[in-house]
Nanobody
């Protein structure tokens, strides 16, 4: 069983920055693909960013490309999401997810097996 725990969400003004962190348990963290998703009230959970297990280029949703950066530290079993130039429409609960699938787009919620409880990000205008 893999446990995933997010942290770092808070209220921030539009144009500001925020860094979310995600810690995952397990000795084989380097073999996990890790992703960030978000869910706004009344909307479906959507893909934000992902990093495959094999160190390839990260993937981003068009809505955050150029503003958000995903990174991972295999030595610390963590993955981070640096969010810059935040907009009110970025307001959502942000979820970190992990999967040991060796291949995939890693952009679909159905590709992930382990999820955190989420952390609230609120961007005020």
């Amino acid at each position: 069983q893999v446990q995933v725990v997010e942290s770092g969400g808070k209220l921030v003004q539009a144009g500001g920055s925020l860094r979310l962190s995600c810690a995952a348990s397990g000795r084989t963290f380097s073999r996990y693909a890790m992703g960030w998703f978000r869910q706004a009230p009344g909307k479906e959970r959507e893909f934000v960013a992902a990093f495959s297990w094999n160190g390839g280029s990260p993937s981003y949703a068009d809505s955050v490309k150029g503003r958000f950066t995903i990174s991972r530290d295999n030595a610390e079993n963590t993955v981070a999401l640096q969010m810059n130039s935040l907009k009110p429409e970025d307001t959502a609960v942000y979820y970190c997810a992990a999967t040991m699938r060796y291949s995939g787009t890693y952009r679909s919620i159905y590709e992930y097996d382990y999820w955190g409880q989420g952390t609230q990000v609120t961007v005020s205008s």
